[in-house]
């Protein structure tokens, strides 16, 4: 019997699938995106298309870069999360409020916790250590 840890071959395999579509490759989450946006953009043309003529197709535009810049694109501070994320989060917190897990800490319990390091660093920066010392906890 045999025992594979598929953890690592799996983990991006969403973000990696591509779709090919006329020898243009695509990733698959952009394909979903661009057609839920030209769907999501209809309703929008249509109604303008009266008032402003063929000035309203740029509605399309708009909307499928709104789409991309809302669930495609991340942010650029902080913990990089998808830019939807990003505005959900800014407009559930609060300020002197701490979220752990998504919920709100609650610091009256008096309890104490310290978060470590999930991992020691196996030797010492090469600053601090001396070059023999180096060369022997290598061959240790």
């Given at each position: 019997?045999?025992?594979?840890?598929?953890?690592?071959?799996?983990?991006?395999?969403?973000?990696?699938?591509?779709?090919i579509i006329q020898s243009l490759d695509v990733p698959f989450q952009?394909?979903?995106?661009?057609?839920?946006?030209?769907?999501?953009?209809?309703?929008?043309?249509?109604?303008?298309?009266?008032?402003?003529?063929?000035?309203?197709?740029?509605?399309?535009?708009?909307?499928?870069?709104?789409?991309?810049?809302?669930?495609?694109?991340?942010?650029?501070?902080?913990?990089?999360?998808?830019?939807?994320?990003?505005?959900?989060?800014?407009?559930?917190?609060?300020?002197?409020?701490?979220?752990?897990?998504?919920?709100?800490?609650?610091?009256?319990?008096?309890?104490?916790?310290?978060?470590?390091?999930?991992?020691?660093?196996?030797?010492?920066?090469?600053?601090?250590?001396?070059?023999?010392?180096?060369?022997?906890?290598?061959?240790?």
């Open positions: 019997m045999h025992v594979y840890d598929l953890t690592g071959l799996t983990r991006g395999a969403g973000e990696q699938r591509r779709v952009s394909l979903v995106l661009a057609v839920v946006g030209f769907v999501a953009s209809l309703p929008l043309v249509f109604l303008f298309f009266p008032l402003f003529g063929y000035f309203a197709l740029l509605g399309f535009g708009v909307v499928e870069v709104a789409t991309f810049w809302l669930f495609r694109w991340r942010s650029r501070s902080g913990l990089r999360l998808k830019n939807y994320q990003a505005i959900l989060d800014s407009r559930r917190s609060q300020i002197d409020q701490f979220i752990v897990c998504g919920q709100p800490f609650d610091f009256s319990r008096g309890v104490a916790v310290t978060v470590v390091a999930s991992s020691v660093p196996l030797y010492r920066p090469a600053s601090s250590v001396e070059v023999g010392d180096l060369f022997r906890s290598r061959l240790r």
